[in-house]
C-alpha cells in the first residue's frame, strides 16, 4: 500500500469507525502521536513514507486498525499506480496536520470518558 493510502486510510477509519480504536489502541496511540509529532523535524521527502510506517507499526498491534484501512482503501489500490510529487506535498501540508488532529481528538475523548479529575 502506498504511504498515502496508508494515511488517508487511517484518517477515513478515525473519522467513521472510532468505535474501532479501544481500550488497547488508546493506550498505544500516544506513541504514534509522539512519533508524528516528531515529524517536523524530518526532511519533506521522508514525512510521508516515516507517517505511514508508524501507522503500520500501530495496525501491527492494532490490527482491526490495519482491518479497518484495509477494508477502507481496498477499492483505491487498482485506481492509483504512482504517486505524484503533488500528491506527497499535499500529504505534508495538509494531511499530516490532520492526522495529529485526529489522534489528539481520539485522546481527548478518551480522556473526557475517564472517571475522575477534570481540570
Given amino acids: 500500500m502506498e504511504p498515502e493510502v496508508v494515511i488517508n486510510g487511517f484518517l477515513e477509519v478515525v473519522k467513521n ?6 481500550d488497547k489502541c488508546l493506550q498505544d496511540l500516544p506513541e504514534l502521536e509522539l512519533v508524528i509529532e ?6 519533506d521527502e521522508e514525512k510521508v513514507e516515516l507517517a505511514a510506517d508508524a501507522i503500520i507499526d500501530f495496525c501491527d498491534s492494532n490490527h ?8 477502507q482503501v481496498e477499492g ?17 501540508d495538509n494531511t499530516l496536520p490532520l492526522l ?6 481520539l485522546l481527548d475523548d ?9 481540570f
Avoid at 64 to 71: H, K, R
Avoid at 77 to 91: A, N
Avoid at 110 to 118: F, H, I, S, V
Fill in 17 to 22: 469507525q472510532p468505535e474501532l480504536f479501544d
Fill in 110 to 118: 478518551r480522556d473526557a470518558k475517564r472517571p475522575g479529575l477534570k
Fill in 64 to 71: 482491526q486498525i490495519g482491518d479497518a484501512i484495509t477494508n
Fill in 76 to 92: 483505491l489500490q487498482g485506481k492509483r499506480k504512482h504517486r505524484s510529487f503533488y500528491s506527497e506535498v499535499q500529504i505534508i
Fill in 100 to 105: 495529529q488532529q485526529a489522534i489528539k481528538d
Fill in 38 to 43: 516528531r515529524l517536523e523535524y524530518e526532511d
